[in-house]
């Protein structure tokens, strides 16, 4: 008898957790060794808890290269993860499965020789994503990970994930592993396990207010969203929320993040208004600045969102469908503007008088308020 898969109906999300770094601290060196060095992320078992409250399935896929190195034994290995689980347990979250990659590609001698191999499921690999996605009838298009690493971001994309980063262990740092191309980037970077699972169980209803608006519009052409505001407010987080859930929904979204100066802005629109393809500065959501250029294809999409600072800047103002300008008070975006600096290794007065500098760029995009179709409260920054 030939079985058939699951209907859309049977699949269920999941959040993919990497372990070290992200549910607990990164200790550096050769990595956690005994259950003793498992330390908790404070929230870590929080997060978990909200994510399978909110019917999410949780999956923790982590590279375990100590075993291939004789560092630890399959055995003790066993003894780690529980206690891990056991740390999550004490705040309520419970995880469905831990799938590990025991295997290291370096050859030189001691360790475990048979598992100094290339493999497929260590991390950036898929192997292990893919095969929890089988095991768990994982609706992927509706799923994500959530990473410290470069190396989780890459695997989770390579099978359909959105992907988030946070800024805990490494960081989403180690750019230094992909010399000759361009490295994975995440959708979104976050403080830590928490708050992105704030944002994963919240991202339909911080999008509603903007796609209320949409629903409003009577057109059969596509439409130009502008989503603007100063940098910290959590417009991106905003933008992202909207593309995801249009997405997820069947729905053809564009999401541009702009970031080259305001006077580019009518060029770009204009090409993207009549259907043809754009060039942009990439946007690196780990260190918040400009990377190299990319090309936005519009062809067959709904919805192009433009996501930026300027994004609702008034010599494009005419061009745009809907315009929304992102505000917080003052002093929570300076606060959050001086965390950031502070996760860069600024000090804080390096961060104060960074701040200061800015202070006449930031008024400037405050003029896009007046004219902002809806205003909205800042989400958490991301």
Request: a neutral charge.
């Amino acid at each position: 008898m030939i079985g058939h898969g699951p209907g859309a109906q049977d699949l269920r999300p999941a959040i993919f957790f990497d372990c070290d770094g992200v549910l607990n601290e990164e200790p550096g060196g050769n990595g956690v060794l005994v259950p003793d060095d498992v330390r908790l992320i404070p929230g870590a078992g929080e997060a978990v808890r909200a994510a399978r409250d909110a019917g999410y399935l949780a999956i923790v896929i982590t590279n375990r290269a100590q075993v291939a190195k004789g560092f630890v034994k399959l055995a003790e290995l066993d003894k780690i993860f529980a206690r891990v689980e056991e740390l999550l347990a004490q705040s309520g979250g419970t995880i469905d499965r831990i799938y590990f990659c025991p295997h290291h590609p370096d050859k030189t001698p001691g360790g475990v020789p048979e598992l100094k191999i290339d493999c497929d499921c260590r991390k950036p690999g898929a192997l292990l994503f893919r095969r929890a996605i089988a095991d768990f009838a994982v609706d992927v298009r509706r799923s994500a990970v959530i990473g410290d690493s470069l190396r989780d971001i890459g695997a989770g994309r390579a099978v359909g994930l959105w992907t988030y980063g946070v800024r805990t262990g490494y960081a989403c740092r180690d750019v230094a592993r992909y010399p000759h191309r361009e490295p994975p980037r995440p959708d979104l970077m976050f403080s830590d396990v928490r708050e992105a699972i704030d944002f994963c169980v919240s991202y339909r209803r911080i999008a509603e207010p903007v796609l209320a608006a949409l629903r409003q519009r009577q057109s059969n052409k596509p439409a130009i969203v502008a989503i603007a505001g100063r940098p910290h407010t959590g417009k991106s987080l905003l933008s992202h929320a909207v593309n995801r859930t249009l997405t997820e929904d069947g729905g053809r979204c564009l999401h541009v993040r702009l970031t080259g100066p305001a006077e580019l802005l009518p060029g770009i629109v204009s090409d993207l208004r009549e259907g043809r393809p754009a060039t942009v500065s990439t946007y690196d959501p780990v260190t918040r600045q400009a990377g190299t250029a990319a090309t936005h294809d519009p062809a067959g999409c709904a919805i192009i969102l433009l996501d930026g600072d300027f994004a609702a800047h008034h010599s494009i103002r005419p061009m745009l469908d809907l315009a929304v300008f992102v505000d917080v008070p003052d002093e929570v975006q300076s606060a959050r503007f001086g965390e950031f600096c502070r996760w860069m290794g600024m000090t804080d007065v390096a961060a104060e008088k960074l701040r200061a500098s800015r202070a006449g760029e930031w008024r400037a995009i405050d003029l896009q308020r007046a004219e902002a179709d809806l205003l909205l409260s800042g989400a958490p920054a991301a």
